[in-house]
DNA sequence: GACTTGTTTCGATGTTTGTCGATACAGTCG
DNA sequence: CGACTGTATCGACAAACATCGAAACAAGTC
């Protein structure tokens, strides 16, 4: 990000990304995902913590998905969600930016 | 974001300041005020390298500005700003998911 | 003070997003 | 097969957002 001036479809590609993030419910749904013991968890464990509607977690579930920022797979009645850490990795270190870049040190 | 499942007020400041990474103008805005020489940039650098008005362009920093992700200042004619390095940080810390918390390594 | 250039704010408009209830689909168990 | 549970999709609606042109504001110059 400091090195190059982040061309126009890098800099889309990304806002996709990080337009997953910018909404509180999902990033709570990321993090208990995260969080949960073996890495994933099934829908049925993510709708009880809010205070919204069934179809309104999966259709966030479904934006993370569609962001590859989470994996998904049915295996018998349910459906497991899981944290791809690959897409976590690129926007973190996207937003490292090097002390030295800071204006104070410049 | 994998100890704790992220509390409702967190999560909600946290998505207010990925909600300022989520357009691709504001992701390049960041990018070209870090990458530029003494790490600040004034405004009338930042409107060239883009199709929209400089009204847009100006509402686009507003929105950087409110995130708490730049500052800014008068200096005589220009208004310069400048990247909040601690604010990125606080969002990268964020994102690094321990590899152990992986589905994969579970 | 009047003019000029750089920047922000305002008001309006079309589009996107979050949410819901109703419904459809998938798999399990009698 | 039929009933039941878990999950996804659909259609609708209100709120939020990106964008623009016009106008206001700020600082410098004549």
């Given at each position: 990000?400091?090195?190059?001036?982040?061309?126009?479809?890098?800099?889309?590609?990304?806002?996709?990304?990080?337009?997953?993030?910018?909404?509180?419910?999902?990033?709570?749904?990321?993090?208990?995902?995260?969080?949960?013991?073996?890495?994933?968890?099934?829908?049925?464990d993510l709708i009880g913590p809010f205070d919204v509607s069934q179809p309104t977690i999966s259709h966030h579930l479904?934006?993370?998905?569609?962001?590859?920022?989470?994996?998904?797979?049915?295996?018998?009645?349910?459906?497991?969600?899981?944290?791809?850490?690959?897409?976590?990795?690129?926007?973190?270190?996207?937003?490292?930016?090097?002390?030295?870049?800071?204006?104070?040190?410049?």
């Amino acid at each position: 990000m400091v090195r190059e001036p982040l061309g126009e479809e890098a800099a889309a590609e990304l806002s996709r990304m990080f337009k997953a993030l910018a909404d509180p419910i999902r990033l709570r749904l990321l993090s208990l995902i995260a969080s949960h013991e073996g890495g994933e968890a099934c829908v049925c464990d993510l709708i009880g913590p809010f205070d919204v509607s069934q179809p309104t977690i999966s259709h966030h579930l479904k934006v993370l998905r569609e962001a590859g920022l989470v994996g998904s797979e049915r295996r018998g009645t349910w459906v497991y969600y899981w944290v791809l850490p690959e897409a976590l990795a690129k926007l973190s270190a996207l937003l490292e930016i090097p002390a030295a870049s800071a204006k104070a040190l410049a």
